[in-house]
T-cell receptor, first 110, second 116 residues
């Protein structure tokens, strides 16, 4: 059973516009969430995180929103840049490990 | 320190052969993780170590898989009697566990295994 789900395999946006990537989870005991970005032939790199005691965390162009009642989080990228084109994974922390979603491939068109 | 290093980058092996991968974490990191990623999926947890102690193993890790971190530094992941279903990217990550930051993983670039 997939405890962390990213239901959109891909997303295409125009440069300068907002990118919104979504993630749903099933386990209400998760208390920490992260987003990772992955370029081809590289390992995932950490982007931004949020604790369950918050509903928003912002870092430059990246903002993560958490809706605990809906068990939903989203990553907003504003403005989107072509260099943001990558696969984005959301992850939830459980004990000492992370549980990842399937990923969403973001393409930002110039 | 240049980050998490994994060797080899690619490995092609025949079904039934044994393979071993190596991971060198960031030197000051005390936790080391192994994940597996197949096409179209996110990384799946396999196992992790704190120093030399293996603290958790996934049920995905069959008895053909074994991981070690003998001196709390580098780690090896061995797959015995490989099967075609073992073809995947094997990712290693490390982190420094402190009171406030247990999840700042740094991933290596992975070892891509192809079983033919």
């Amino acid at each position: 059973d997939q405890q962390v789900k990213q239901n959109s395999p891909s997303l295409s946006v125009q440069e300068g516009r907002i990118s919104i990537l979504n993630c749903d989870y099933t386990n209400s005991m998760f208390d920490y969430f992260l987003w990772y970005k992955k370029y081809p032939a590289e390992g995932p790199t950490f982007l931004i995180s949020i604790s369950s005691i918050k509903d928003k965390n912002e870092d430059g162009r990246f903002t993560v929103f958490l809706n605990k009642s809906a068990k939903h989080l989203s990553l907003h990228i504003v403005p989107s840049q072509p260099g943001d084109s990558a696969v984005y994974f959301c992850a939830a922390a459980e004990g000492g490990k992370l549980i990842f979603g399937q990923g969403t491939t973001l393409q930002v068109k110039p | 320190d240049t980050g998490v290093s994994q060797n080899p980058r690619h490995k092609i092996t025949k079904r039934g052969q044994n393979v071993t991968f190596r991971c060198d974490p960031i030197s000051e990191h005390n936790r080391l993780y192994w994940y597996r990623q197949t096409l179209g999926q996110g990384p799946e947890f396999l196992t992790y170590f704190q120093n030399e102690a293996q603290l958790e193993k996934s049920r995905l890790l069959s008895d053909r898989f074994s991981a070690e971190r003998p001196k709390g530094s580098f780690s090896t992941l061995e797959i015995q009697r490989t099967e075609q279903g073992d073809s995947a990217m094997y990712l290693c990550a490390s982190s420094l566990v402190t009171r406030g930051d247990a999840y700042g993983y740094t991933f290596g670039s992975g070892t891509r295994l192809t079983v033919v």
